[in-house]
């Protein structure tokens, strides 16, 4: 069974900068891209950037410029780097992993890991 695991996570006082990670337990066949969602308490979780693996990367608009995916979908990794942290990005982080195999789509979900932006 394939795992993600995401890390990076932890307290940041506003403005400052986190950088999550996330890692594959094993090769995950057919991958095509990697995304980061978040759920903030009491909120939906909500989409907030894919990289492909054509190098390809996508964003939130609420979020480009501050926020940066990058990663090898070849190794199954992917990061974010969060700058200009607002107490609003307060949430769970969770990185998902899509493949396609024939034709069933496969989607792999980390555990997620807390980020709290507070002074």
């Known amino acids: 069974q394939v795992q993600l695991v995401e890390s990076g996570g932890g307290l940041v006082q506003p403005g400052g900068s986190l950088r999550l990670s996330c890692a594959a337990s094993?090769?995950?066949?057919?991958?095509?891209?990697m995304d980061w969602y978040r759920q903030a308490p009491g909120k939906e979780r909500e989409w907030v950037a894919t990289?492909?693996?054509?190098?390809?990367?996508i964003y939130v608009d609420s979020m480009r410029g501050r926020f940066t995916i990058s990663g090898d979908i070849a190794k199954n990794t992917v990061y974010l780097r969060m700058n200009s942290l607002k107490p609003e990005d307060t949430a769970v982080y969770y990185c998902?992993?899509?493949?396609?195999?024939?034709?069933?789509?496969?989607?792999?979900w980390g555990q997620g890991t807390q980020v709290t932006v507070s002074s």
């Open positions: 998902k992993a899509r493949a396609n195999r024939g034709a069933t789509e496969y989607d792999y």
């Open positions: 094993e090769s995950i066949l057919g991958i095509y891209a």
């Open positions: 990289i492909r693996n054509s190098g390809t990367t």
